[in-house]
């Protein structure tokens, strides 16, 4: 059982989170009924992530052992059988698909996209250039856009450019890393054959300029007491700056264990959504 639950990768779980952040942007947090659907739609892309990271580690068991970390995973390690995981593939998106389907159809329709690009990137769309990042930072911005689907709330065009660009930035944040650690041939990852440092320095380091950009313009969009969304750009640059070096560093693989282990960018998080949070107190 533990090595089933380790298969879902408990530590990426929090990613879900994102669902918040529509409800968190209208100010809507302090209404029982949009938090209570932004749960459960975080409890269904939960639940679908984790069906997404079983498969994935069913067919990719053979890399994985080349890898320095990867090879402990459960399925890789030989803990838990290919045929055990995508039994549990099929569980979990059954329960997933149910959750979102109580909710709404915008819902059920969000996660299915989802499902769709996780499938095309899990089946081939990982070893192709530009591909796989795209595939990664959509998985973010699908997440993002959950909120709107669950909770009814609008969304701007501004804010689908800053979540885009945050989460291109994430994904060729991570590749990289990945780079700069292993290096094109270490043979764990076939798509870094793809790509040169430079490349992805170039990917990274514009998609952080353009979303730190569009996070200025979308803030200042915001018709409801404006300041406090705009002193939450702050943090927000600084976040983006801070996470820079860590790329540059080599260690951005793995976003959630950043801003765990990282004081600053935690305080910074913490910041930024405490800003929101008194917005929505005040209106």
Same mark, same amino acid.
């Given at each position: 059982?533990?090595?089933?639950?380790? $298969?879902?990768?408990?530590?990426?779980?929090?990613?879900?989170?994102?669902?918040?952040?529509?409800?968190?942007?209208?100010?809507?947090? %302090?209404?029982?009924?949009?938090?209570?659907?932004? @749960?459960? =739609?975080?409890l269904a892309f939960t639940t679908l992530s984790a069906a997404t990271y079983c498969a994935n580690d069913a067919r990719d068991a053979a890399n994985d052992r080349l890898h320095p970390q990867k090879k402990v995973r459960?399925?890789?390690?030989?803990?838990?059988?290919?045929? =055990?995981? $995508?039994?549990?593939?099929?569980?979990?998106?059954?329960?997933?698909?149910?959750?979102?389907? +109580?909710?709404?159809?915008?819902?059920?329709?969000?996660? *299915?996209?989802?499902?769709?690009?996780?499938?095309? &990137?899990?089946?081939?769309?990982?070893?192709?250039?530009?591909?796989?990042?795209?595939?990664?930072?959509?998985?973010?911005?699908?997440?993002?856009?959950?909120? +709107?689907?669950?909770? *009814?709330?609008?969304?701007?065009?501004?804010?689908?450019?800053?979540?885009?660009?945050?989460?291109?930035?994430?994904?060729?944040?991570? /590749?990289? +890393?990945?780079?700069?650690?292993?290096?094109?041939?270490?043979? %764990?990852? /076939?798509?870094?054959?793809? &790509?040169?440092?430079?490349?992805?320095?170039?990917?990274?380091?514009?998609?952080?300029?353009?979303?730190?950009?569009? &996070?200025? @313009?979308?803030?200042?969009? @915001?018709?409801?007491?404006?300041?406090?969304?705009?002193?939450?750009?702050?943090?927000?640059?600084?976040?983006?700056?801070?996470?820079?070096?860590?790329?540059?560093?080599?260690?951005?693989?793995?976003?959630?264990?950043?801003? $765990?282990?990282? /004081?600053?960018?935690?305080?910074?998080?913490?910041?930024?959504?405490?800003?929101?949070?008194?917005?929505?107190?005040?209106?």
């Amino acid at each position: 059982m533990q090595s089933l639950i380790a $298969l879902t990768r408990p530590s990426q779980w929090p990613k879900n989170l994102l669902v918040l952040a529509v409800p968190l942007a209208a100010g809507e947090l %302090t209404n029982a009924h949009t938090v209570g659907n932004s @749960i459960l =739609a975080a409890l269904a892309f939960t639940t679908l992530s984790a069906a997404t990271y079983c498969a994935n580690d069913a067919r990719d068991a053979a890399n994985d052992r080349l890898h320095p970390q990867k090879k402990v995973r459960p399925v890789a390690s030989g803990r838990v059988s290919p045929r =055990a995981a $995508l039994t549990l593939t099929l569980l979990l998106t059954v329960c997933g698909f149910a959750v979102a389907a +109580s909710i709404s159809w915008q819902l059920l329709i969000t996660c *299915g996209s989802y499902v769709v690009v996780q499938t095309a &990137y899990t089946s081939g769309l990982k070893h192709v250039q530009l591909a796989d990042i795209t595939c990664i930072a959509l998985g973010f911005v699908i997440r993002a856009l959950a909120g +709107s689907a669950a909770t *009814g709330l609008p969304v701007s065009s501004s804010f689908v450019i800053v979540v885009t660009a945050t989460s291109f930035f994430i994904a060729s944040a991570k /590749r990289g +890393s990945e780079m700069e650690r292993l290096g094109a041939d270490a043979g %764990t990852r /076939r798509v870094l054959a793809a &790509y040169s440092p430079e490349y992805l320095r170039l990917l990274w380091s514009s998609s952080m300029t353009i979303s730190i950009i569009a &996070y200025v @313009i979308w803030s200042s969009e @915001i018709p409801d007491e404006p300041v406090f969304a705009q002193l939450t750009v702050a943090p927000f640059a600084l976040a983006m700056l801070r996470y820079a070096s860590h790329v540059t560093s080599g260690d951005a693989e793995e976003p959630e264990k950043i801003i $765990l282990k990282d /004081r600053a960018l935690l305080v910074l998080a913490l910041a930024w959504a405490g800003i929101f949070v008194v917005r929505a107190a005040s209106l």
